[in-house]
């Protein structure tokens, strides 16, 4: 989990980084900069929500909860929990949010 928390602000760093001579970059579209750090961002944000819904799953864990849907309380599938092991709804749950 330290290497995904490492990957989130490595992340971040980037994203506020002053831009390098990392070699040569084409900027003949002048959003392209913007886009790249949009692209970070994004990034990092998708790095962040997996770090929660992994504390969550943890914590879930440390309760006695854990393979259980955080909405219905049914259980969770061994099989979707080895696919994810930080999965906090049934497949049926999870596929009517959407």
Do not use: C, W
């Not at 750090?37 to 990034?43: F, H, I």
């Not at 864990?61 to 994810?84: F, H, K, M, N």
């Amino acid at each position: 989990m330290t290497s995904l928390l490492q990957e989130v602000e490595e992340e971040e760093q980037e994203a506020f980084a002053e831009p390098g001579v990392e070699g040569v970059r084409d900027y003949g579209d002048a959003a392209l900069p913007l886009n790249e750090l949009g692209d970070e961002d994004a990034v990092a944000e998708d790095l962040r929500e997996r770090l929660a819904t992994i504390d969550r799953a943890l914590a879930r864990l440390e309760a006695g909860t854990y393979g259980r849907s955080v909405i219905s309380g049914q259980p969770i599938p061994d099989e979707r929990l080895e696919a994810d092991p930080a999965a906090e709804l049934t497949i049926e749950e999870a596929r009517a949010k959407r």
